[in-house]
């Protein structure tokens, strides 16, 4: 059986890239960049946080995310 929360913890690790355990818009832009996705803008980026973000700090913490994805 796969542990959800242990991969999603894998993931947000992956975009965390100063792993102060929130994500901001720049670090997801920058992933999606490695990741060959260009032309992400920094408003495409922070809309994209804003979705997840639930507690209006503009970024997006562990639980946040693992919500978002209905964990
Ligand atoms: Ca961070
Ligand atoms: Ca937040």
Redesign the pocket.
């Known amino acids: 059986m796969v542990d959800m929360t242990a991969a999603a913890r894998k993931v947000f690790e992956r975009y ?5 355990g ?3 818009a720049e ?1 997801y832009r920058k992933v999606v960049e490695e990741l060959g996705e260009t032309g992400v803008t920094d408003e495409a980026a922070q809309a994209l946080i804003d979705t997840i973000d639930s507690d209006g700090d503009r970024k997006v913490s562990f639980e946040e995310f693992r919500a978002s994805m209905g964990l």
């Open positions: 965390d890239l100063d792993g102060d929130q994500l901001t670090e």
